[in-house]
T-cell receptor, first 114, second 110 residues
Framework: GAGVSQSPSNKVTEKGKDVELRCDPISGHTALYWYRQSLGQGLEFLIYFQGNSAPDKSGLPSDRFSAERTGGSVSTLTIQRTQQEDSAVYLC????????????FGPGTRLTVL | RKEVEQDPGPFNVPEGATVAFNCTYSNSASQSFFWYRQDCRKEPKLLMSVYSSGNEDGRFTAQLNRASQYISLLIRDSKLSDSATYLCVVNIMTSYIPTFGRGTSLIVHP
């Protein structure tokens, strides 16, 4: 079956512009996670959704970052007024049921802020 | 102390070698454990879950030591294609946010 998909795969933007990143989780997966990974670094947790609710937003770096999930499926991560330090790979992962199960990752969106 | 710690490496080994990585965790309420593999410029993918009794999948063996709070990954007969970063992941009972280690880099050379 189809895995987690993300779009766009690459995004180059100018400093100060807004960007929107999309994640389509595996059908039926209830939990969805966003992470950020800078070059050569580990995964940085951003936000977690259970259904359409976000019980934990603690990882969002600033109020320029927001995310939503609709219909218990697609999620969008929005970064307003992008800064150069926002450049990274943004990864989305989904889990079948809430709990301690395997995460399935999408291929990521590589964001470059000039 | 970080919640999940891994030696970043790189571990540089010849083909056919046996190599082992450890990952220590600080929270005794940790419930489940995984090893993921991440190739360069790719997303992490599950390599194997780690069970209390230890488990083996081909050339890969994972073990859990709750008393000392670490998990290990052993790779036998290393292949060039094993070159990657290996991420340790720990879930604790009170959180649905998995904790990822920074990863251990493995380079297998001819």
């Amino acid at each position: 079956g189809a895995g987690v998909s993300q779009s766009p795969s690459n995004k180059v933007t100018e400093k100060g512009k807004d960007v929107e990143l999309r994640c389509d989780p595996i059908s039926g997966h209830t939990a969805l996670y966003w992470y950020r990974q800078s070059l050569g670094q580990g995964l940085e947790f951003l936000i977690y959704f259970q259904g359409n609710s976000a019980p934990d937003k603690s990882g969002l770096p600033s109020d320029r970052f927001s995310a939503e999930r609709t219909g218990g499926s697609v999620s969008t991560l929005t970064i307003q007024r992008t800064q150069q330090e926002d450049s990274a790979v943004y990864l989305c992962a989904s889990i079948q049921t809430q709990g301690y199960n395997e995460q399935f990752f999408g291929p990521g969106t590589r964001l470059t802020v000039l | 102390r970080k919640e999940v710690e891994q030696d970043p490496g790189p571990f540089n080994v010849p083909e056919g070698a046996t190599v082992a990585f450890n990952c220590t965790y600080s929270n005794s309420a940790s419930q489940s454990f995984f090893w993921y593999r991440q190739d360069c410029r790719k997303e992490p993918k599950l390599l194997m879950s780690v069970y209390s009794s230890g488990n083996e999948d081909g050339r890969f063996t994972a073990q859990l030591n709750r008393a000392s709070q670490y998990i290990s990954l052993l790779i036998r007969d290393s292949k060039l294609s094993d070159s990657a970063t290996y991420l340790c992941v720990v879930n604790i009972m009170t959180s649905y946010i998995p904790t990822f280690g920074r990863g251990t880099s493995l380079i297998v050379h001819p």
